[in-house]
Protein backbone atom coordinates (compact mmCIF):
# COMPACT_ATOMS: atom_id res chain seq x y z
CA UNK A 1 0.00 0.00 0.00
CA UNK A 2 2.72 2.67 1.03
CA UNK A 3 4.75 1.81 -2.27
CA UNK A 4 1.48 2.69 -4.42
CA UNK A 5 0.95 5.42 -2.24
CA UNK A 6 4.71 7.19 -2.70
CA UNK A 7 4.36 5.98 -7.03
CA UNK A 8 1.13 8.46 -7.18
CA UNK A 9 3.27 10.73 -5.33
CA UNK A 10 5.79 10.52 -7.55
CA UNK A 11 3.66 10.36 -10.68
CA UNK A 12 1.95 13.93 -9.05
CA UNK A 13 5.31 14.92 -8.39
CA UNK A 14 6.37 14.52 -12.13
CA UNK A 15 3.13 16.67 -13.84
CA UNK A 16 3.50 19.20 -11.41
CA UNK A 17 7.43 19.74 -12.81
CA UNK A 18 5.69 19.33 -16.37
CA UNK A 19 3.37 21.78 -16.21
CA UNK A 20 5.55 24.11 -13.97
CA UNK A 21 7.28 27.32 -15.22
CA UNK A 22 10.63 24.92 -16.42
CA UNK A 23 8.73 23.29 -18.66
CA UNK A 24 7.64 26.31 -20.11
CA UNK A 25 5.45 26.42 -23.25
CA UNK A 26 8.35 27.45 -25.84
CA UNK A 27 10.66 24.82 -24.90
CA UNK A 28 10.68 21.19 -25.61
CA UNK A 29 11.75 18.11 -23.38
CA UNK A 30 14.62 16.79 -25.06
CA UNK A 31 16.24 14.56 -22.59
CA UNK A 32 15.73 13.63 -19.07
CA UNK A 33 16.86 11.45 -15.68
CA UNK A 34 14.46 10.61 -13.34
CA UNK A 35 14.56 8.10 -10.29
CA UNK A 36 12.07 7.12 -7.33
CA UNK A 37 14.09 6.05 -3.96
CA UNK A 38 11.60 3.68 -1.80
CA UNK A 39 13.80 3.76 1.68
CA UNK A 40 11.63 0.29 2.02
CA UNK A 41 13.36 -1.05 -1.65
CA UNK A 42 16.96 0.07 -0.57
CA UNK A 43 19.82 -1.77 -1.91
CA UNK A 44 23.10 -1.16 -1.55
CA UNK A 45 24.18 -1.91 -4.72
CA UNK A 46 22.10 0.48 -6.18
CA UNK A 47 22.55 3.41 -3.75
CA UNK A 48 24.78 5.43 -6.29
CA UNK A 49 24.16 6.46 -10.20
CA UNK A 50 26.39 7.63 -13.22
CA UNK A 51 24.21 8.88 -15.56
CA UNK A 52 24.77 10.02 -19.02
CA UNK A 53 22.87 13.28 -20.31
CA UNK A 54 23.16 15.08 -23.59
CA UNK A 55 22.28 18.47 -24.05
CA UNK A 56 22.82 19.07 -28.16
CA UNK A 57 23.02 22.57 -29.74
CA UNK A 58 19.35 22.98 -29.28
CA UNK A 59 19.12 23.00 -25.46
CA UNK A 60 18.94 25.89 -23.35
CA UNK A 61 17.98 24.94 -20.19
CA UNK A 62 18.60 22.36 -17.20
CA UNK A 63 16.01 21.51 -14.73
CA UNK A 64 16.85 19.98 -11.74
CA UNK A 65 13.71 19.33 -9.03
CA UNK A 66 13.83 16.89 -6.54
CA UNK A 67 11.79 15.96 -3.28
CA UNK A 68 12.61 14.19 -0.35
CA UNK A 69 10.38 12.81 3.10
CA UNK A 70 13.44 11.57 5.11
CA UNK A 71 16.88 11.33 4.06
CA UNK A 72 18.89 13.37 1.25
CA UNK A 73 20.17 12.82 -2.18
CA UNK A 74 23.41 14.37 -2.97
CA UNK A 75 23.10 14.99 -6.74
CA UNK A 76 26.17 16.10 -8.56
CA UNK A 77 25.73 17.58 -12.30
CA UNK A 78 28.81 18.19 -13.98
CA UNK A 79 29.15 19.47 -17.74
CA UNK A 80 32.24 17.62 -19.23
CA UNK A 81 34.61 19.31 -21.68
CA UNK A 82 36.04 18.29 -24.91
CA UNK A 83 39.01 16.38 -23.22
CA UNK A 84 36.70 14.74 -21.03
CA UNK A 85 37.44 17.20 -17.58
CA UNK A 86 34.87 18.95 -15.98
CA UNK A 87 34.21 21.84 -17.67
CA UNK A 88 31.48 23.16 -15.02
CA UNK A 89 30.03 21.52 -12.03
CA UNK A 90 26.79 22.08 -10.21
CA UNK A 91 26.06 20.50 -6.50
CA UNK A 92 22.95 20.04 -4.64
CA UNK A 93 21.97 18.61 -1.67
CA UNK A 94 18.15 17.77 -2.14
CA UNK A 95 16.92 17.94 1.78
CA UNK A 96 13.54 18.88 1.32
CA UNK A 97 12.47 20.60 -1.90
CA UNK A 98 14.22 21.53 -5.34
CA UNK A 99 13.73 23.44 -8.25
CA UNK A 100 16.46 24.80 -10.24
CA UNK A 101 16.83 26.06 -13.52
CA UNK A 102 20.33 26.24 -15.48
CA UNK A 103 20.40 28.58 -18.23
CA UNK A 104 22.78 27.26 -20.73
CA UNK A 105 24.97 29.44 -23.50
CA UNK A 106 25.31 28.70 -26.80
CA UNK A 107 28.81 27.38 -26.68
CA UNK A 108 27.80 24.48 -23.65
CA UNK A 109 28.97 21.18 -24.15
CA UNK A 110 26.71 18.31 -25.36
CA UNK A 111 28.02 15.86 -22.37
CA UNK A 112 26.64 16.07 -19.13
CA UNK A 113 26.90 13.70 -16.16
CA UNK A 114 24.80 13.44 -13.03
CA UNK A 115 25.97 12.30 -10.16
CA UNK A 116 23.96 10.67 -7.52
CA UNK A 117 24.44 9.09 -4.08
CA UNK A 118 22.03 8.17 -1.25
CA UNK A 119 21.51 6.35 1.87
CA UNK A 120 19.14 3.65 3.45
CA UNK A 121 17.12 6.24 5.18
CA UNK A 122 16.18 8.12 1.87
CA UNK A 123 12.49 8.46 0.42
CA UNK A 124 12.16 10.45 -2.19
CA UNK A 125 12.49 11.46 -6.15
CA UNK A 126 14.63 13.60 -8.49
CA UNK A 127 14.66 14.17 -12.10
CA UNK A 128 17.23 15.92 -14.38
CA UNK A 129 15.62 17.34 -17.85
CA UNK A 130 16.96 19.07 -20.50
CA UNK A 131 14.88 22.03 -22.65
CA UNK A 132 15.62 23.21 -25.83
Request: proline share 0%; net charge negative; aromatic share 10%.
Given at each position: ???K?????????????????????????L??????????????????????????????????????????????????????????????????????????????????????????????????????
Amino acid sequence: MKRKLFAVWGLLLSLCVLFSGCGSDEHILLASIERNIIKEEYDENYAHYDDTLEADKNAVKICVTGNVTSGTIDLKLIENGKDGSAAQTFEYHITDTLNETIELDKKHSANWTAVVDFNENTEGHYAVEVFG
